[in-house]
């Protein structure tokens, strides 16, 4: 009698403490988009590639680098950065730090041919003021790298420039995702094509958008990127997104929202819908 008068109180204790831990992630792993703080800009945002030789020429080794300062010390600061080689996501690493302005990743991965290795570094800072009110600054840098390679032999790195075959099987790629997610799932005749190379540029805008609301977009983008693609990259797990293509944004050519759209190795697909607020 004594046991079953105490099961009703226990289970209800149990449910607490699994609500508590499925309702509070750890801050660790979470970039937030809050409105932009006017007074913090990134003093360095930088990501390089640097091609290594092995010494026995089997392989070669894609050694990627970030650092980021913001001018002051800020509540929240967390980095996340990811290498692609021939369009496919190979590595995702993160960093996060409380009280503190500056950031820096490093990460490498093995390859056995050649090709073109992309990376993307989001920066990301979080300020919280005396009267609870919470503001954020974001950025991307990016860099990227061809190169020829064969077994026996040091690697080469290719300049790249608007004519160069790495950039031409880039762009080959990313329409056959587009054409495949157009086949497979929804038409996407109006919708203008985006890709993480185009956001990353200091000057871009989203179109139709002020340079305020673009801001505002491509924050909003870059925490669902990170939550729902990037970090799972990082996850030994089913749900890790590695080997995943690189993500096309999808861009409501009347600007009420845009889709991410990625595919799995296994073929299925990542895809993501974020409105756009006026």
């Known amino acids: ?60 080794t894609l050694a990627y680098e970030s650092q980021s300062v913001l001018p002051t010390e800020v509540y929240l600061r967390q980095d996340i950065g990811v290498v692609y080689f021939n369009g496919l996501l190979q590595v995702a690493t993160t960093q996060w730090k409380r009280n503190a302005s500056t950031i820096k990743l490093s990460s490498s991965v093995k390859e056995t041919t050649g090709g073109l290795a992309e990376a993307f ?31 026996g032999t040091s690697p080469k790195e290719i300049s790249l420039n608007e004519n160069s075959p790495f950039l031409k099987e ?18 996407v005749e109006n919708y203008l094509i985006l890709t993480l190379s185009d956001i990353s540029r200091n000057d871009f805008i989203f179109p139709g958008q002020s340079e305020v609301q673009s801001k505002a977009t491509l924050g909003r983008l870059m925490e669902g990127l990170y939550k729902e693609l990037f970090l799972l990259a990082t996850k030994k797990s089913t749900a890790s997104t590695e080997g995943s293509t690189l993500p096309i944004i999808l861009y409501a ?4 929202h845009l889709k991410v759209i990625s595919k799995k190795l296994d073929g299925t697909w990542i895809e993501l819908r974020q409105n756009i607020t006026p």
């Open 121 to 151: 570094t989001f920066h990301h800072g979080e300020e919280h003021d005396g009267d609870d009110e919470i503001t954020s600054v974001q950025t991307i840098s990016s860099a990227e790298v061809g190169v020829v390679f064969k077994k």
């Open 253 to 256: 050519k009347d600007s009420s």
């Open 1 to 60: 009698m004594m046991k079953n008068k105490w099961m009703p109180s226990i289970i209800f204790g149990l449910v607490i403490i699994m609500g508590y831990f499925l309702w509070n992630p750890s801050t660790e792993e979470s970039i937030t988009y809050f409105p932009p703080n006017p007074t913090l800009t990134f003093k360095d945002a930088s990501t390089t590639l640097v091609v290594k030789p092995n010494d026995n020429l089997d392989y070669f």
């Open 170 to 187: 880039k762009k080959n790629r990313e329409q056959q995702i587009v054409d495949s997610f157009d086949r497979e799932k929804e038409p």
